[in-house]
Structure formats: C-alpha cells, structure tokens
Nanobody
Framework: QVRLVESGGGSVQAGGSLRLSCAAS????????MAWFRQAPGKEREGVAT????????AYADSVKGRFSISRDNANNMLYLQIDSLKPEDTAMYYC????????????????????WGQGTQVTVSS
C-alpha cells in the first residue's frame, strides 16, 4: 500500500521559514517525479514545485520562485520543501504527490499527472 505522509507544517509569522517533509512507503520514489501542491480554502489546488526522478531538474510556480526549494532523498524515500520568506498568502494545506507527468508539460505541475497523494500538512502564516 502506497503511503505519503507530510509533516513540518505549522503557524509562523510572515518572513519566517518552514521545512516540509514527505515520507513515502509502499513505493520507491526514485521511479517517480515528485511535487508539492497547496490548496487554500475556497481556492483550487495549485502546484508549487516539482522535481524529476533523480533531482537534477526542478520547476516552481511563479508565485514561489526564489522562496521555495524542493529536494529529494531517494535513498531514504523522502521529499522536502524548504519555504523561506513566508507570506500570509502562502497559508494553505500542503500536499506531496508522486507521479509520471508528461515530459512536455511537467514544468506546469498539473495535479492530474500525479497518481499518489498524501493527506497534507497545514501551513498558516500570520502578518
């Protein structure tokens, strides 16, 4: 059974940092592209960062470029998201996902391309 479990969320003040983690079991993540998505109340799920199977390529949503950094540790089946310079608009539930996106569109981080999902970790940023 595939399981992705996120951790590291919390409540922080604007300008602060968080490091989200995603622990995978039942699946070898080295076979999959990985991504982080977020969803705020009343808004659609948004892909914020993705990384290819060996970590050599990454892509980010424009809204987070320069502040978010995605990384992976295939040996330990872990995915990470370093979030710096947090803003109130970053408040959302953050999800990790594993999939095999279309090579032509993988930088667009489409949710439909990702097969396995975690339950999410909440990030709340106060001003």
């Amino acid at each position: 059974q595939v399981r992705l479990v996120e951790s590291g969320g919390g409540s922080v003040q604007a300008g602060g940092s968080l490091r989200l983690s995603c622990a995978a079991s039942g699946v070898t993540i080295s076979s999959y592209s990985m991504a982080w998505f977020r969803q705020a109340p009343g808004k659609e799920r948004e892909g914020v960062a993705t990384i290819n199977t060996d970590g050599s390529f990454t892509a980010y949503a424009d809204s987070v470029k320069g502040r978010f950094s995605i990384s992976r540790d295939n040996a330990n089946n872990m995915l990470y998201l370093q979030i710096d310079s947090l803003k109130p608009e970053d408040t959302a539930m953050y999800y990790c996902a594993a999939g095999r996106p279309n090579p032509q569109t993988w930088r667009l981080i489409f949710a439909a391309d990702f097969r396995y999902w975690g339950q999410g970790t909440q990030v709340t940023v106060s001003s």
